[in-house]
């Protein structure tokens, strides 16, 4: 059936350092790729989100890439700030379905 | 705009009881998600509504139903509560059923 894997489960980096997060889907119909960021006892909030007509989306220090042939997808934060600290969730869906799963999430720690 | 609403933001019920749990969608999204966020499993897919019509559904058991008013507004039904059915219920807005917005959950707890 459909599944996303992510990973690592847990990381931890100095404050400045870059943190990267990967995801893999199974389903190739897939077409919309969010992230979500949810601090602890909040909602989650979408951060960045990419489609598959497209490799690659910058928004200031965050960026997604997506390698469709593959079935690989990304998350690269720079300069990464102790604000960043939080559980990040990939997803993968299509919108002819409008089904999306997640990711079993990422605990970022940023190190001050 | 008014972000996603849920009410009641907390519950607790006991085994074999029934629950209702209602989502008001930003105003002029059309479509609603449900979610369950569990320490375990995370957020598992429900199921989505729009225009008052399910459009898919996850695998969870005939217990877990919903519907959606023509308001936009929609409701989520669990029947015969189990002690698993402990979790986080989020629900999601969008305009046409991508970009995502999340209230801020119900937090049930069945006893």
């Known amino acids: 059936g459909e599944n996303v894997e992510q990973h690592p489960s847990t990381l931890s980096v100095q404050e400045g350092d870059s943190a990267v997060i990967k995801c893999t889907y199974s389903?190739?119909?897939?077409?919309?790729f969010p992230w979500y960021k949810q601090e602890l006892g909040k909602r989650p909030q979408l951060i960045i989100d990419i489609r598959s007509n497209v490799g690659e989306k910058k928004d200031q220090r965050i960026a997604v890439t997506l390698n469709k042939t593959a079935k690989h997808f990304s998350l690269h934060i720079t300069e990464t700030q102790p604000e960043d600290s939080a559980v990040y969730f990939c997803?993968?869906?299509?919108?002819?379905?409008?089904?999306?799963?997640f990711g079993t999430g990422t605990r970022l720690k940023v190190l001050a | 705009k008014a972000g996603v609403t849920q009410t009641p933001r907390y519950l607790i019920k006991t085994r074999g009881q029934q629950v209702t749990l209602s989502c008001s969608p930003i105003?002029?999204?059309?479509?609603v998600s449900w979610y369950q966020q569990t320490p375990g499993q995370g957020l598992q897919f429900l199921f989505e509504y729009f225009s008052e019509t399910q459009r898919n559904k996850g695998n969870f058991p005939g217990r877990f139903s919903g519907r959606q008013f023509s308001n936009s507004r929609s409701e989520m039904n669990v029947s015969t509560l189990e002690l698993g059915d402990s979790a986080l219920y989020l629900c999601?807005?969008?305009?046409?059923?991508?970009?995502?917005?999340f209230g801020p959950g119900t937090r049930l707890t069945v006893t």
């Open positions: 389903d190739s119909a897939s077409n919309y």
């Open positions: 105003s002029g999204h059309r479509s």
């Open positions: 997803a993968a869906g299509s919108s002819g379905t409008y089904k999306y799963i």
């Open positions: 999601a807005s969008s305009f046409q059923g991508s970009e995502q917005y």
